[in-house]
């Protein structure tokens, strides 16, 4: 005879949970880990992003508004050693609010911006989610710097908020 098991979840979040974890154990069984690429606009900067992000993010800071001439940037926080960058990079050295060094890394050429990583995260880099090739796998889920969005502004339900930042 056949067993037939039929599993019953309680929210649409426990399914979501539970294939989760078993396609990043199907992963690690696998041994093959995801890969994502990406470049600048004209194409002498690009780079593999080897495995997935810790967080993917809005920043909604005055210095990523005045940066880059929008409400908020889009980034995949991750481990700078996940990111393999092609190409020579130019970087723009400058101070966030904790007073702490911070570097914006983005191409010499058509002065796309790449990455961002600062003394406030050691280890850490966030990278411009834009630069992707595939932008369609983009799923903010993290707010930060939320005191200063733009009062027109609402992050979707579900997203943790973060008020402010040490940068």
Same mark, same amino acid.
Request: hydrophobic share 30%.
């Given at each position: 005879?056949?067993?037939?098991?039929?599993?019953?979840?309680?929210?649409?979040?426990?399914?979501?949970?539970?294939?989760?974890?078993?396609? /990043?154990?199907?992963?690690?069984? $696998? !041994?093959?880990? +995801?890969?994502?690429?990406?470049?600048?606009? @004209? %194409?002498?900067?690009? #780079?593999?992003?080897?495995?997935?992000?810790?967080?993917?993010?809005?920043?909604?800071?005055?210095?990523?508004?005045?940066?880059?001439?929008?409400?908020?940037?889009?980034?995949?926080?991750?481990?700078?050693?996940?990111?393999?960058?092609?190409?020579?990079?130019?970087? /723009?050295?400058?101070?966030?609010? $904790? !007073?702490?060094? +911070?570097?914006?890394?983005?191409?010499?050429? @058509? %002065?796309?911006?790449? #990455?961002?990583?600062?003394?406030?995260?050691?280890?850490?880099?966030?990278?411009?989610?834009?630069?992707?090739?595939?932008?369609?796998?983009?799923?903010?889920?993290?707010?930060?710097?939320?005191?200063?969005?733009?009062?027109?502004?609402?992050?979707?339900?579900?997203?943790?908020?973060?008020?402010?930042?040490?940068?």
């Amino acid at each position: 005879t056949t067993e037939t098991t039929t599993t019953h979840y309680k929210t649409r979040s426990d399914m979501e949970t539970i294939k989760s974890v078993v396609g /990043h154990v199907g992963e690690m069984i $696998s !041994g093959s880990p +995801k890969t994502f690429e990406g470049r600048c606009n @004209c %194409g002498k900067m690009s #780079y593999v992003v080897n495995g997935e992000p810790e967080k993917q993010m809005a920043c909604h800071c005055t210095s990523c508004q005045a940066e880059s001439g929008t409400a908020f940037t889009v980034s995949w926080e991750m481990k700078k050693g996940a990111l393999d960058l092609t190409g020579k990079p130019a970087i /723009h050295e400058t101070r966030g609010s $904790s !007073g702490k060094k +911070k570097w914006y890394v983005f191409c010499n050429q @058509c %002065g796309c911006q790449i #990455y961002t990583e600062s003394e406030a995260h050691p280890g850490m880099i966030h990278l411009r989610a834009g630069s992707l090739d595939d932008t369609s796998i983009i799923k903010v889920d993290t707010h930060i710097w939320y005191k200063s969005k733009q009062p027109w502004f609402d992050a979707p339900k579900g997203s943790t908020i973060i008020m402010e930042q040490t940068a």
